[in-house]
């Protein structure tokens, strides 16, 4: 069974710092593409990142280019994401995706992690 | 950037009904989308991808259609678990989401 637990979630002040992780199980980890995307509170999705599965390809949305930075440890089944210069509008549950096919659609989600970012 | 419209941003429904809900891409995205059920409280589940493949468990009450720049996902007879939110996805360039769709008992 494919799972995947995120961690690392909390309140933090603005301009200050996180690390987010995701903890991969059921599913051979290096074979596929990661995301993280996030939910502001009673709002939308946002694709946040993308990692391809050697961590060689990496994008970012333009909201957090330059401040986040994901990585990934294969032999250690798990995502990760920095997140620097905290701003209150990253104030969301951040979730753990896995691609189904390389760059396509997600085909599992993990149950997120909350972030809040307030003085 | 591909902007997702997707329309409407709610509706009331009653058991058994039919439920259509749209999503308008800025652009031709090739069948490059995806539709996602929301409960509240829990992560998105996948429904639809490449516009019309059903994903694996899901019923075959929700079809996914369209192509070029407008896409549709139908429930064709609404059950108690569906009473959700609704995402559309593009990912043809980058990945962009619609606004969802709340879908309310009646």
């Known amino acids: 069974e494919v799972q995947l637990v995120e961690s690392g979630g909390g309140l933090v002040k603005p301009g200050g710092s996180l690390r987010l992780s995701c903890a991969a199980s059921?599913?051979?980890?290096?074979?596929?593409?990661m995301n993280w995307v996030r939910q502001a509170p009673g709002k939308g999705l946002e694709w946040v990142s993308y990692?391809?599965?050697?961590?060689?390809?990496?994008y970012y949305a333009n909201s957090v280019k330059g401040r986040f930075t994901i990585s990934r440890d294969n032999a250690e089944n798990s995502l990760y994401l920095q997140m620097d210069s905290l701003r209150v509008e990253d104030t969301a549950v951040y979730y753990c995706?896995?691609?189904?096919?390389?760059?396509?659609?997600?085909?599992?989600w993990g149950q997120g992690t909350l972030v809040t970012v307030s003085s | 950037d591909i902007q997702m419209t997707q329309s409407p941003s709610s509706l009331s429904a009653s058991v058994g009904d039919r439920v259509t809900i749209t999503c308008r891409a800025s652009?031709?995205?090739?069948?490059?989308v995806a539709w996602y059920q929301q409960i509240p409280g829990q992560a998105p589940k996948l429904l639809i991808y490449?516009?019309?493949t059903l994903a694996s468990g899901s019923p075959s009450r929700f079809t996914g259609s369209g192509s070029g720049t407008n896409y549709t996902l139908t429930i064709t007879s609404l059950q108690p678990e569906d009473f959700a939110s609704y995402f559309c996805?593009?990912?043809?360039?980058?990945?962009?989401f619609g606004q969802g769709t709340k879908v309310e008992i009646k």
């Open positions: 652009q031709d995205i090739d069948n490059s």
């Open positions: 490449a516009a019309s």
């Open positions: 996805q593009q990912y043809f360039y980058w990945r962009t």
């Open positions: 059921g599913f051979t980890f290096n074979s596929y593409t």
């Open positions: 990692i391809s599965g050697a961590g060689n390809n990496i």
């Open positions: 995706a896995r691609d189904q096919y390389g760059w396509s659609h997600v085909d599992y």
